[in-house]
């Protein structure tokens, strides 16, 4: 039996020249792959109070962020993976879902966009990574897995409030400065923007992202088109709660939103609602938590008479409320 140090690769008698690709396992090629055809369509946002990063919407000069992250500064700088910087401005911004758009000069043009996803088809623990500008430092890349989905998350807007549903939880590493960065596939399809840590000094593994999917896509393309998103409200709070069995049966689902509480003299105060109310369907529409209340409360229908349907007790009760203007 040869002496363990003539073993190849086990020895001091010299390197083994080792194929580079063959020493890189599975999770390491997928990361640099993602890594490679992302970077380039992932800019650092620069203006005089501070930074974030942005995602390239389209190749003339669209780009996607965190709504924060521009909320001081409706000009500033973009620069991009090649070291091209161009200036920016603000196209629109909205503070309850934490999204805004910024296009830059026309010399932008050509500008290599990112693939969107649908955040809808992720799993827990599937591997995604998140590219963006942590504390400056442009170009940064992390990975870890999905934590979680369907967290929520607070969204203020002076006085006004708003619950971002469907938030994705996610372990790879996140600082300040990645907001409004990428958050991807393993193909590199952009299923999220990256929008906070969760405390600081406790926040490692443990950051939130919005979700990209035909809700926010809804709400990028109204920033686009006229700078703001419009939405009604019907002045009540509440949360998914089960339905009683034999009412669950009776409309044949599970669920329901209750009522917390009501805004005085709002339209649900308005309509005769009350708190332990469960509202099951608004304007015809099935409802079982926030997020389908908040998706049915467009613009459109502020000013409008909507039935929603009520479980009081064993009774289903029809009332009609008139959504007003967020």
Do not use: C, W
């Not at 040869?2 to 390491?28: C, H, K, M, W």
């Not at 034999?246 to 329901?256: H, K, Q, S, T, V």
């Amino acid at each position: 039996m040869p002496d363990i140090d003539d073993r190849p690769g086990l020895g001091t008698t010299g390197p083994v020249d080792i194929d580079e690709s063959a020493a890189l396992d599975t999770y390491s090629r997928t990361v640099i792959a993602v890594a490679e055809r992302l970077l380039p369509s992932v800019a650092s946002l620069r203006h005089g109070r501070g930074n974030g990063s942005a995602v390239i919407l389209s190749g003339d000069g669209l780009l996607l962020t965190s709504a924060h992250v521009v909320a001081n500064g409706r000009i500033g700088a973009a620069v991009f993976h090649d070291g091209a910087e161009l200036p920016y401005e603000l196209v629109g911004a909205d503070r309850l879902s934490d999204l805004a758009v910024v296009r830059v000069a026309a010399a932008g043009a050509g500008l290599p966009r990112a693939e969107l996803g649908d955040a809808g088809r992720l799993r827990v623990g599937q591997l995604v990574v998140a590219v963006g500008s942590p504390l400056g430092y442009a170009g940064s890349v992390s990975a870890g897995v999905v934590s979680a989905l369907g967290r929520s998350l607070p969204a203020v807007d002076g006085r006004r409030a708003r619950i971002v549903e469907g938030v994705i939880q996610t372990d790879a590493a996140l600082h300040p400065g990645n907001s409004g960065g990428a958050l991807a596939t393993n193909d590199a399809r952009v299923v999220g923007i990256n929008t906070a840590v969760v405390g600081p000094g406790i926040g490692q593994g443990l950051g939130m992202a919005i979700p990209l999917d035909a809700t926010t896509n809804a709400i990028i393309g109204a920033l686009i088109a006229h700078g703001r998103v419009h939405r009604a409200e019907l002045g009540l709070t509440g949360g998914s709660r089960a339905l009683p069995p034999r009412m669950a049966d009776r409309l044949g689902r599970r669920r329901g939103v209750e009522v917390t509480g009501v805004v005085e003299g709002g339209p649900a105060a308005r309509a005769g609602m009350r708190p332990e109310d469960i509202v099951v369907a608004l304007g015809g529409r099935p409802v079982q938590a926030i997020s389908d209340m908040q998706r049915l409360l467009t613009g459109e229908v502020a000013g409008h008479t909507l039935d929603a349907e009520v479980v009081r007790g064993g009774d289903l009760l029809k009332l009609p409320v008139v959504p007003r203007a967020l």
